[in-house]
């Protein structure tokens, strides 16, 4: 049989499993099984874990695949993941818990528990409260300040994120334009640690993982005890499946930590998602946060854009971020939901309150594709929706890892300023991402960040006054223009610019501005 025939007919076996048995009843969980597998394999997702709980029972949870392509161990529903920005519902609880003791109110000013804290904006500074750390808002652009975070590791410290955030342009409105950020959570973080006295890490593993019982959740690096069931990143080289060796977890503390660093089991991930999903009370029955913060981390916020093919396809109405989570509709019900996204590990959790309904599913592969299905094919199942083959929409979509898609390539920039390579070579230094030297080697010239060494590569004249910036490391997938131009004074400033479509926004380069601080020796 067709391949593409019996996934087609899998899905509509499914779709009446659920249509055809009564409300209460969830379709069988071998089906599911294939189905995850099926999306898993085409996709060359090496190793994940899902979960599924439905109306007060399981339905699923168990792992597939290996952590490792090189030293192959299975995936079960223990194995640790990187969660990535579904670490951000766990900051912003956190900080709910600090807020019920009345140590800090959601619109405390931040500055009042972070002096140093500063916006490119002197207003905007002083009137910054706490909820706006978590909800989008800020008025930096998407992905501000980024490239002080990955490609890791980096030199870059905490310190250094809340000293450079002043330097990062303002260029949309405060609460009112949505743009997603990361920097702004290590500072909720930070005003965690600020206010309880431990750090983020300590404070998340004493006040909420340990209370919810969550054995296999670290808010910090992985003890080395639980490192032998840790799933490692994976990328796709050449049409083979590799180790993403620059990304594996480390055993030091990391800046990201609260905007994205965690570690958890599917497993204790479903404990965590049926603990909110309870107002707050573990399954045990202990409260670990009141009804009242809980429904406030749920609070629309921010509304986010809603496209006509989101809206279609969703059957929504709007689409919005409150405290660490996105809450939208979706074909009448209201969904709580997340992404998490780094290089080499993909997450995602949803909550449907309405339908008792909690899913995570953690990958180790960097496969938009795979996750889209299977966000799209569980959710469906249990919204009762008309049912279709997910996995073939978002191919056609985005290209799968059989047939990826070429981003579209930007042309380069113009620039009227003239300039040789050898008067281009010096030091540079950006006020927020700090150094970088171009000097000429073998012939060829040369760029290096001295804080964050994998952005080393080499630049080749495309126009006047105009270079191409390809990256020594090709998984990067960010190269870049680099351009000359002057400044009011007359004086060389060097920008960048991405150089297609499929650069990751947070390889935030158009907030770059280099000035020289050194000529070439």
């Given at each position: 049989?067709?391949?593409?025939?019996?996934?087609?007919?899998?899905?509509?076996?499914?779709?009446?499993?659920?249509?055809?048995?009564?409300?209460?009843?969830?379709?069988?969980?071998?089906?599911?099984?294939?189905?995850?597998?099926?999306?898993?394999t085409?996709?060359?997702?090496?190793?994940?874990?899902?979960?599924?709980?439905?109306?007060?029972?399981p339905?699923?949870?168990?792992?597939?695949?290996?952590?490792?392509?090189?030293?192959?161990?299975?995936?079960?529903?223990?194995t640790l993941f990187?969660?990535?920005?579904?670490?951000?519902?766990f900051?912003?609880?956190?900080?709910?818990?600090?807020v019920e003791?009345?140590?800090?109110?959601?619109?405390?000013?931040v500055?009042?528990?972070l002096?140093?804290?500063r916006?490119?904006?002197?207003w905007?500074?002083?009137?910054f409260?706490?909820?706006?750390l978590?909800t989008?808002?800020?008025?930096?652009?998407?992905?501000?300040?980024?490239?002080?975070?990955?490609?890791?590791p980096?030199?870059?410290?905490?310190?250094?994120?809340?000293?450079?955030?002043?330097?990062?342009?303002?260029?949309?409105?405060f609460?009112?334009?949505?743009a997603y950020?990361?920097?702004?959570y290590?500072?909720?973080g930070?005003?965690?640690?600020?206010?309880?006295?431990q750090?983020?890490?300590?404070f998340?593993q004493?006040?909420?993982?340990?209370?919810?019982?969550?054995?296999?959740?670290?808010?910090?690096?992985v003890?080395g005890?639980a490192?032998?069931?840790?799933?490692?990143?994976?990328?796709?080289?050449?049409?083979?499946?590799?180790?993403?060796?620059?990304n594996?977890?480390?055993?030091?503390?990391?800046?990201?930590?609260?905007?994205?660093?965690?570690h958890?089991?599917?497993?204790?991930?479903?404990?965590?998602?049926?603990?909110?999903?309870?107002?707050?009370?573990?399954?045990?029955?202990?409260?670990?946060?009141?009804?009242?913060?809980?429904?406030?981390l749920?609070?629309?916020v921010?509304?986010?854009?809603?496209?006509?093919?989101?809206a279609?396809?969703?059957?929504?109405?709007f689409?919005?971020?409150a405290?660490?989570?996105?809450?939208q509709d979706m074909?009448?019900?209201?969904?709580l939901?997340?992404?998490?996204?780094?290089?080499?590990?993909?997450?995602?959790?949803?909550?449907?309150p309405?339908?008792?309904?909690?899913?995570?599913v953690?990958?180790?592969?960097?496969?938009?594709?795979a996750?889209?299905a299977?966000?799209?094919?569980?959710?469906?199942?249990?919204?009762?929706?008309?049912?279709?083959?997910?996995?073939?929409?978002?191919?056609?979509?985005?290209g799968?890892?059989?047939?990826?898609?070429?981003p579209?390539?930007y042309?380069?920039?113009?620039?009227?300023?003239?300039?040789?390579?050898e008067?281009?070579?010096?030091?540079?230094r950006?006020?927020?991402?700090?150094?970088?030297?171009?000097?000429?080697?073998?012939?060829?010239?040369r760029?290096?960040?001295?804080k964050?060494?994998r952005?080393?590569?080499?630049?080749?004249?495309?126009?006047?006054g105009?270079?191409?910036?390809?990256?020594?490391?090709?998984s990067?997938?960010?190269?870049a223009w680099?351009?000359?131009g002057?400044?009011?004074?007359?004086?060389?400033?060097?920008?960048?610019?991405?150089?297609?479509?499929?650069?990751?926004?947070?390889?935030?380069?158009?907030?770059?501005?280099?000035?020289?601080?050194?000529?070439?020796?």
């Open positions: 049989m067709n391949i593409k025939v019996s996934v087609a007919i899998l899905y509509l076996l499914l779709a009446a499993a659920v249509g055809g048995c009564s409300h209460d009843a969830p379709p069988k969980p071998r089906d599911i099984e294939q189905l995850v597998e099926h999306i898993l085409a996709e060359r997702v090496p190793g994940a874990a899902v979960g599924i709980w439905h109306r007060g029972e339905v699923l949870l168990r792992g597939f695949g290996v952590t490792n392509v090189e030293r192959p161990r299975p995936v079960d529903e223990h990187k969660l990535a920005s579904t670490t951000k519902a900051t912003a609880a956190a900080l709910a818990l600090l003791e009345g140590r800090i109110d959601w619109d405390s000013r500055v009042d528990f002096p140093q804290f916006l490119g904006d002197e905007i500074t002083r009137e409260r706490v909820e706006d978590l989008h808002r800020s008025g930096l652009g998407p992905g501000a300040g980024d490239l002080m975070l990955w490609p890791q980096n030199h870059f410290t905490r310190t250094d994120i809340i000293s450079g955030l002043q330097y990062l342009p303002v260029s949309g409105r609460r009112a334009d949505y950020d990361n920097l702004l290590i500072v909720a930070e005003l965690i640690a600020a206010v309880s006295g750090s983020f890490e300590d998340v004493s006040r909420l993982l340990s209370p919810l019982g969550l054995k296999h959740c670290f808010a910090g690096p003890p005890g490192r032998d069931n840790l799933a490692d990143p994976h990328r796709l080289e050449n049409g083979t499946l590799v180790v993403d060796t620059p594996l977890a480390g055993d030091q503390p990391i800046v990201l930590a609260a905007a994205g660093g965690m958890c089991s599917a497993a204790d991930m479903l404990r965590w998602l049926r603990t909110l999903s309870a107002g707050g009370v573990t399954p045990e029955g202990r409260r670990i946060l009141s009804e009242l913060s809980r429904d406030r749920w609070r629309p921010t509304l986010m854009p809603l496209s006509e093919t989101r279609e396809r969703d059957g929504a109405h689409y919005a971020y405290l660490g989570w996105r809450v074909h009448g019900r209201r969904v939901h997340h992404t998490g996204s780094l290089s080499g590990m993909y997450a995602w959790v949803a909550i449907v309405e339908e008792e309904l909690a899913m995570v953690l990958m180790n592969r960097s496969a938009g594709v996750r889209q299977l966000i799209y094919s569980l959710l469906n199942l249990y919204l009762q929706t008309e049912q279709r083959d997910w996995l073939a929409y978002f191919q056609a979509l985005y799968g890892a059989s047939e990826p898609q070429e579209e390539h042309p380069p920039p113009e620039s009227r300023t003239a300039l040789e390579d008067e281009l070579a010096g030091s540079y950006d006020p927020w991402f700090g150094p970088v030297r171009i000097g000429i080697a073998e012939g060829r010239l760029w290096r960040s001295l964050s060494p952005l080393e590569g080499t630049l080749e004249a495309a126009a006047t105009v270079w191409s910036l390809r990256w020594d490391d090709r990067l997938e960010a190269d680099l351009i000359a002057n400044d009011e004074n007359g004086e060389l400033v060097l920008t960048m610019q991405p150089q297609s479509r499929g650069v990751d926004f947070s390889y935030d380069f158009p907030d770059l501005r280099f000035v020289r601080i050194g000529a070439d020796n």
